[in-house]
């Protein structure tokens, strides 16, 4: 039988609740939200630019989509979404390009704050699923099982996929309670969950089989209570229309790519510990990076509590309660495995599968408050809680005023406001030569990186002065070898090249650690040198000082027009923009 939707009031059988339990969380969790934002803030206004790759390259794609969609030019701004960087589902930049457009002058502050308003909305929508069912107690909970988490402290930082795949995983999870414990199909949320799963398939390609899951299991569990076939075909093709009709176009061209993007990146890290890791160092190793990077002591009180309270209030719960949470568990569990027997311990990863958690925490604690039996114990748990959250948000703004230190509890509160970021402006690179006098834009190629020095921050300088630039890598970081006839072919397609000056002063950069003869191209400048200047190819323009710290500097060639093969090159089009 369905669950009771009956709204959920502080009296039991006559006896009057205390309030005092939902009240402490809801100003709890006010207070994590307030933190992060503040720590937000703070790190953007003292971090005006970024030196990293991914969000960098994130924040590029929807600038120099708001540059088309001003210029007028739809067909190009399409041609762009589907077939530029094909490899990942266009969520975030869909998500990015209203905002990047908007705020013209400073679209890339703007989508970095865009980050704290998706947190923060994130939050409230796992507020809104879990208060109907499980009291403002619970619904405080399940939000500060996302809030204070630090994963999520560095993701309202951060212009990263994560925001919509958040989004759309906690609408999702709140359509799927109500229809878990609602006493019939509902044509309107079904709708509505349709455009929402939508959305977090072009988030990233992991949300389906976490949310799908628990969206088929849930259509299955009420066709097994109820033997209604119409609405199990109700609950599931509803859903899966709307799904197509918003992720179609981008999967039909595109879904190949997706999925062979994340078949490398599995092969690349998943399922990649060594047997010989297999043991009490590598145990170690995975509980302190679950505890500190993922739950921090708040979030582990909270997931402590709510996993005895769970078990306390069991029966508590109604039918469709039941399956939602055991729906949940069962679907958070590939993302931890994941990461668990991964060398590639990024906590971000994990977020998904906090969400899937943070819905069964609340029920479970909106259960026991409700129960007289353990109430005693849920408001004991309810005071344990609030005091390591208080605790940890404490920490984190004494941290993020005095500066950081050391201690491997701490360190993802220090990394919210004091991790590594070399703060370079390429603005004066953009300088160097002038926008083309046919209109073409400038072909720029990058050799040798640096996280300061490479395609997406230089691309990011021509963008913010609203230009857009041709920008590739000569030679991938992960080549051992290089293609010399293809290089300088390739060359004398540009205008510029860029090199990071360390490695022009034969310096190493301390952050890349050679492996297997990878990194290549920052050991051979000098042979390339060379070869462009028996070819007569480049005007040595010099160093550019990007910045105070040494790795902002840049070394710049400028490729000469007046030589013929130069003027020969570059009637072939500079690698197509289509990437395969």
């Not at 094909?86 to 002058?105: N, T």
């Not at 609405?231 to 999967?251: K, Q, T």
């Not at 408001?379 to 005023?401: E, K, M, N, P």
């Not at 910045?547 to 030589?563: E, S």
Request: charged letters at 15%; hydrophobic letters at 50%; a positive charge.
């Amino acid at each position: 039988m369905p669950d009771s939707l009956a709204p959920q009031t502080n009296t039991i059988q006559g006896m009057e609740l205390p309030r005092w339990p939902g009240r402490l969380l809801s100003l709890l969790a006010v207070a994590a939200l307030a933190t992060l934002a503040g720590l937000a803030w703070l790190w953007i206004s003292r971090n005006p630019m970024l030196s990293t790759w991914d969000e960098v390259m994130h924040l590029n794609l929807s600038m120099a989509d708001a540059l088309v969609l001003r210029s007028g030019d739809l067909a190009a701004l399409r041609d762009d979404l589907l077939l530029q960087d094909r490899w990942l589902p266009p969520g975030l930049r869909l998500l990015g390009l209203p905002i990047a457009a908007l705020f013209q002058g400073d679209a890339q502050t703007a989508l970095r704050l865009l980050a704290s308003a998706m947190t923060a909305a994130t939050a409230f929508v796992i507020w809104l699923g879990l208060r109907p069912v499980a009291g403002l107690a619970g619904a405080a909970a399940g939000v500060l099982l996302y809030l204070l988490a630090p994963l999520n402290m560095l993701g309202a930082q951060s212009f990263m996929t994560e925001l919509p795949l958040h989004f759309a995983a906690a609408s999702a999870l709140a359509l799927l309670l109500r229809e878990a414990v609602a006493p019939r199909a509902s044509i309107w949320r079904l709708g509505l969950l349709g455009p929402v799963l939508g959305l977090g398939a072009l988030a990233k390609l992991t949300f389906l089989p976490t949310i799908g899951l628990a969206w088929v299991g849930i259509a299955a569990w009420r066709w097994w209570q109820e033997r209604d076939t119409a609405a199990l075909r109700l609950r599931l093709l509803l859903p899966a229309v709307g799904l197509a009709l918003v992720a179609w176009p981008f999967y039909l061209l595109n879904g190949g790519r997706y999925v062979g993007y994340a078949r490398q990146t599995a092969e690349g890290y998943a399922f990649f510990v060594p047997p010989e890791d297999i043991g009490q160092p590598f145990g170690l190793r995975v509980a302190y990076s679950l505890i500190w990077d993922v739950l921090g002591f708040g979030g582990l009180a909270l997931l402590a509590s709510g996993l005895v309270l769970l078990l306390l209030a069991w029966r508590r719960l109604g039918q469709g309660q039941r399956s939602f949470t055991l729906l949940s568990a069962v679907a958070a569990l590939p993302a931890i495995g994941a990461f668990v027997l991964s060398n590639n311990q990024t906590e971000r990863y994990v977020g998904i599968s906090l969400i899937l958690l943070a819905y069964p925490l609340g029920l479970a604690m909106g259960a026991a408050l409700r129960d007289p039996r353990m109430a005693r114990v849920a408001r004991g748990a309810t005071l344990v809680i609030a005091l390591a959250g208080l605790a940890q948000l404490g920490t984190a703004w004494a941290i993020a005023f005095a500066g950081p230190v050391p201690g491997r509890p701490l360190r993802p509160l220090v990394e919210a406001s004091w991790r590594d970021n070399t703060a370079c402006d390429l603005a004066a690179v953009t300088g160097l030569m002038p926008q083309r006098p046919d209109g073409e834009r400038l072909r720029i190629g990058l050799f040798g990186l640096t996280t300061a020095i490479n395609p997406n921050t230089v691309n990011n300088a021509y963008l913010r002065q609203g230009r857009r630039a041709h920008v590739i890598e000569l030679v991938n970081d992960s080549e051992t070898s290089i293609n010399w006839d293809k290089l300088m072919a390739e060359s004398a397609q540009l205008d510029l090249v860029i090199l990071p000056e360390i490695f022009w002063r034969g310096e190493a950069d301390p952050a890349k650690t050679p492996v297997g003869g990878r990194h290549v191209a920052d050991r051979s400048i000098p042979d390339y040198r060379a070869r462009l200047e028996a070819a007569n190819l480049i005007e040595d323009r010099g160093a550019i000082v990007n910045g105070p710290a040494p790795a902002c500097a840049a070394h710049a060639l400028q490729i000469r027009q007046d030589n013929p093969a130069v003027q020969a090159a570059r009637a072939r089009p500079l690698r197509p923009e289509a990437r395969d």
